[in-house]
């Protein structure tokens, strides 16, 4: 993390050049603080303090020049961050970067993005748009923010809508209750962060995405997953390495996942499950859906909710899943994936 220092002192060299007298106390001036902004960013501060800083999330990302193909960074300072956030395309990279004093992990998170939305508004005729962040274009990175939909129990209320290719999520926390995470498109990387809801809160049609490191809360009764691969050609497959379930919701009360289509592919590996998971590990959608060619896997998870005998429709790996299988050769090179986050 030596660069991230180095990176720092430059972006502090840089504001006091460019004339900007520094207004925050530097109470976390270490390897992994990420405190600074550089004088290419576009800053957001809603108390106004830093020049030319935008008050919002969205004001920054309207300013964003989508003819451009070089990358482009938006920094936040601390707050909560009362939006509804859309991100379209862009033709070139973006990374989205919270103020933390610890960017290795989420639990120093100083920034919120918060929306309540869900799909009884009168209007909304999908679930992307219920999302407090709704993010569209390739290519990005997101580090150290927390992205909520505060609606609660009773429909769909997405925090993330990630619905295009190549978008990593680093030190991030998502919370809502019903489909929390919509990892639809692409490929997709999520470590060290966390996700909590009780419903179906990872769900998707097509995307591959890898978690890792993620702390998963159970907040009440339901499934953890619910992808929805719905073909033998559909490239979508979640996996889950070395995650950790736990959970409020009460014994046996969570399933790793439901098929939301016939194809769904779901694979948890060397991760802990508590007791909040239920013997059975998985669950049919409904009585009538066919479940011959659901693929749904295991490998080396531990803790008390690693055992039981599973649904017949489930299987333990004879070998864990390489994320280079799903996410394709060379993935680590790519601008989206810091593997830094990454074992």
């Known amino acids: 993390m030596l660069p991230q220092l180095i990176f720092t002192l430059i972006a502090l060299i840089s504001n006091a050049a460019a004339g900007i007298i520094w207004p925050w106390p530097l109470q976390c001036f270490t390897l992994h603080a990420h405190i600074l902004p550089s004088f290419r960013d576009l800053v957001v501060d809603k108390s106004g303090k830093y020049p030319g800083s935008f008050h919002n999330l969205t004001s920054a990302v309207a300013a964003l020049k989508n003819t451009t193909a070089y990358d482009q960074t938006i920094f936040i300072f601390p707050g909560n961050y009362t939006e509804q956030v859309y991100i379209g395309a862009l033709l070139g990279p973006l990374t989205i970067r919270g103020y933390t004093c610890d960017s290795r992990t989420y639990t120093n998170n100083q920034v919120t993005i918060s929306y309540n939305l869900n799909r009884l508004v009168p209007g909304l005729t999908s679930n992307d748009q219920t999302s407090t962040i709704r993010l569209w274009t390739s290519n990005v990175k997101f580090y150290n923010i927390n992205i909520e939909n505060t609606f609660g129990k009773g429909t769909q209320a997405l925090a993330l809508s990630a619905q295009n290719t190549n978008q990593g999520f680093y030190g991030c926390k998502f919370t809502g209750y019903q489909d929390t995470i919509y990892a639809n498109e692409g490929?997709?990387?999520?470590?060290?962060?966390?996700?909590?809801?009780?419903?179906?809160?990872?769900?998707?049609?097509?995307?591959?995405?890898?978690?890792?490191?993620?702390?998963?809360e159970t907040i009440g009764t339901g499934y953890i997953t619910a992808n929805g691969r719905d073909a033998a050609n559909n490239t979508s497959f979640y996996v889950f390495n070395k995650c950790s379930i736990t959970g409020k919701s009460g014994v046996a009360s969570t399933y790793l996942g439901r098929p939301w289509r016939q194809f769904s592919r779901v694979v948890f590996q060397k991760s802990y499950l508590g007791d909040v998971v239920n013997p059975l590990g998985w669950s049919r959608w409904d009585a009538v859906q066919p479940v011959d060619n659901i693929t749904y896997g295991e490998y080396k998870n531990y803790g008390p909710g690693a055992a039981g005998v599973r649904a017949n429709f489930s299987m333990e790996l004879k070998a864990p899943i390489q994320a280079v299988d799903i996410l394709g050769k060379h993935f680590e090179r790519e601008y989206w994936v810091d593997t830094s986050y990454l074992e």
Do not use: C, H, M, P
């Not at 419903?199 to 702390?215: C, K």
């Open 187 to 216: 490929r997709q990387i999520y470590a060290k962060s966390y996700v909590n809801g009780a419903t179906d809160f990872i769900f998707g049609l097509r995307a591959a995405a890898w978690f890792e490191n993620i702390d998963i």
